[in-house]
């Protein structure tokens, strides 16, 4: 971006200031004159003020944020010659009056003159080299005139005029030196020297009224996992790693003459230069973005710490002048959202399509808030078993059926509650409904050695908590039932924020609660939070067990399970469908199956069904 780029509004402000200056003092010559005998050349002066002061103020009328870099350029040259021109105009009145027989008037011209130069070195400090040509044209003439007088004291003065000039130059060149400086933080991320989020919004917003006719792309990039790096290797570490990814990134942009700035935290946005062609214009985001996912992936060396990292990318075509930058920006953040959600270190496109699906979780969104009170919150209960088809426990699972949208997946509504904060409301009502179900089931005969429900992260990190668990422990008495109660969380979850997820995992144990990690194998670092994080329970994942058929997906199961038992941890599996994938785990003594092999989930009452025909088989 055009290092000028930061004074264009200042310069733009200066405008109405010199203007209404100059038009505030320029009839003060007019009165001079009038009290002097001589008017007409004070009038024609005053006459040319006001017609710069016309062209001055249509050049602030022109002026606009949405100016293409070449645009604002020339704008900026025209305000050059404008200043320049009118604070001229000064030094020619000066000639005038100086000429003048009346020495009365010499001291007006003189002061005018002088007054002149001090607001020249104020308002043009942001242009160097205009505020020193404009200085130089307003204070030469003093000295000159007070050499030409030939005395001992004008000389003096001449010599202090030259010191003033000098004084106004030095005022300016540091006046000029803090507006880089300011204007450089403003503009710029301290951290990796990279530009900022305002920068970036700036250039975009420039692209896109410049490259109209054409075809750029928009990348946003949001690492993965950085903040589990920074919580569990001190921010000192991530910020290295930071500045790291932001010279991978700047490097490679130099390649493909692309801009690179970080939004903030660990996004970053890259925009590309124009393209005729819009295939051409996606086959080289695509291309630049499968190489940028494979140089951030690379190895980092930081201290002693080897990191992996990857990154989730959105990208957005632009080719609409109509469009503002952050609508672009907002494209290219669905993409990078809908990046993440398949999975992390991968590209999206935005397209019609996304925007359709964005607009459709935006309509979940809407109708999850009301569901709970629509009585569209149902719990349906997975059997858990041991290796002698007993009924231990089950896992509790959320279900939607909205009125309008029918059956919704907790795939799809679980993250968005999430994402809202929905997730307390939702969660608090499953883990009621849940315990309300069990004190049924006990008074009922039907007791079970466990109830797993799951938790988020976000529910589970939130202040109120433990008060809701402790509330709700009190209201159904379950100190006085022999169930255990086991909140499941999720590794990828875990990755949050370690520290505070043990400290009130600690603190829930004083209330009996068990901990299990679920969908175990799936995220990042998992073995180091097998060490971790105090659980009491371990669940295989189900894309884990489908694949038993496979002989290393087999070894990787066994070890699981052997590292598991030597951590003194029950060993679940779920998604069990096929009995010769029972009889595998069996025989490498997994503790507990759940999956459709036993049962599908079920309402509360086919579950109770199917406990007693569990009851019944045992009796035969």
């Not at 939702?426 to 079970?448: A, C, D, N, P, V």
Request: aromatic content about 12%; charged content about 25%; some cysteine.
């Amino acid at each position: 971006m055009n290092e000028n780029i930061s004074f264009y509004r200042f310069m733009h402000k200066q405008i109405l200031v010199v203007i209404a200056l100059f038009i505030g003092t320029a009839p003060g010559y007019i009165i001079m004159g009038y009290l002097y005998g001589s008017i007409y050349i004070e009038s024609l002066w005053f006459g040319v003020i006001v017609l710069g002061s016309l062209y001055g103020y249509k050049l602030y009328k022109d002026f606009s944020i949405y100016m293409t870099i070449e645009q604002k350029d020339y704008w900026l040259d025209r305000v050059r010659f404008f200043m320049f021109f009118y604070f001229t105009l000064w030094s020619i009145i000066f000639l005038v009056y100086v000429l003048k027989e009346n020495i009365e008037l010499h001291y007006i011209a003189i002061a005018t003159q002088m007054g002149s130069a001090v607001v020249a070195s104020t308002i043009l400090a942001s242009q160097k080299k205009l505020v020193i040509s404009t200085v130089v044209t307003l204070m030469l003439p003093i000295t000159i005139y007070l050499l030409l007088i030939g005395e001992t004291y004008s000389y003096l003065i001449a010599f202090f005029t030259l010191v003033l000039s000098g004084v106004l130059l030095y005022a300016a060149k540091n006046t000029h030196d803090y507006l880089i400086k300011s204007r450089y933080q403003a503009y710029h991320d301290h951290l990796t020297t990279l530009g900022n989020r305002r920068y970036f919004l700036e250039l975009l917003e420039s692209s896109v009224k410049q490259n109209k006719d054409k075809y750029t792309y928009l990348l946003l990039i949001d690492l993965d996992y950085f903040k589990t790096i920074n919580d569990t290797l001190g921010h000192d570490v991530g910020d290295e790693l930071l500045i790291e990814v932001s010279k991978r990134m700047t490097l490679l942009c130099q390649n493909y003459s692309n801009r690179v700035a970080r939004l903030g935290g660990d996004e970053f946005c890259i925009l590309s230069g124009a393209f005729t062609d819009k295939k051409e214009c996606i086959a080289m985001a695509n291309k630049f973005s499968k190489e940028l996912l494979q140089r951030v992936k690379d190895n980092y060396i930081i201290g002693e710490n080897h990191l992996y990292i990857s990154a989730s990318i959105g990208v957005s075509v632009i080719n609409n002048p109509e469009l503002h930058a952050n609508e672009f920006l907002k494209e290219a953040d669905m993409a990078m959202y809908e990046a993440k959600h398949n999975g992390r270190d991968g590209v999206i496109l935005f397209n019609e399509e996304l925007c359709q699906l964005v607009e459709n979780k935006l309509e979940i969104e809407r109708l999850l808030h009301f569901a709970i009170e629509k009585n569209e919150i149902t719990l349906n209960y997975q059997p858990q078993l041991d290796v002698k088809q007993n009924i231990v426990g089950c896992e509790v699972l959320v279900r939607w059926n909205n009125e309008k949208l029918g059956e919704i997946s907790p795939e799809i509504f679980i993250p968005i509650a999430e994402r809202t904060g929905y997730i307390i409301e939702l969660g608090e009502y499953i883990l009621e409904e849940s315990l309300k179900t069990m004190q049924e089931w006990s008074q009922r005969g039907t007791t079970l050695k466990q109830l797993s429900i799951n938790i988020s992260m976000r529910q589970l990190l939130h202040q109120d908590f433990i008060g809701i668990v402790e509330r709700l422990f009190k209201k159904y008495n379950m100190k006085e039932f022999e169930t255990n109660i086991v909140f499941e969380i999720t590794e990828t979850s875990a990755a949050e924020d370690l520290k505070k997820l043990v400290e009130i995992i600690n603190n829930l144990k004083y209330y009996d609660i068990s901990f299990s990690m679920d969908d175990f194998g799936t995220g990042y670092s998992s073995l180091s939070y097998l060490r971790e994080i105090p659980i009491d329970e371990l669940k295989i994942d189900k894309s884990f067990i489908s694949g038993l058929s496979d002989v290393q997906q087999a070894s990787l199961v066994k070890t699981i399970i052997d590292i598991s038992k030597n951590l003194n941890l029950t060993i679940v599996a779920e998604g069990v469908e096929e009995e010769y994938q029972r009889e595998f785990l069996e025989e490498l003594n997994c503790d507990l199956f759940q999956g459709y092999l036993f049962s599908r989930p079920v309402s509360k009452e086919k579950f109770e069904e199917y406990c007693c025909a569990k009851e019944e088989e045992k009796k035969q």
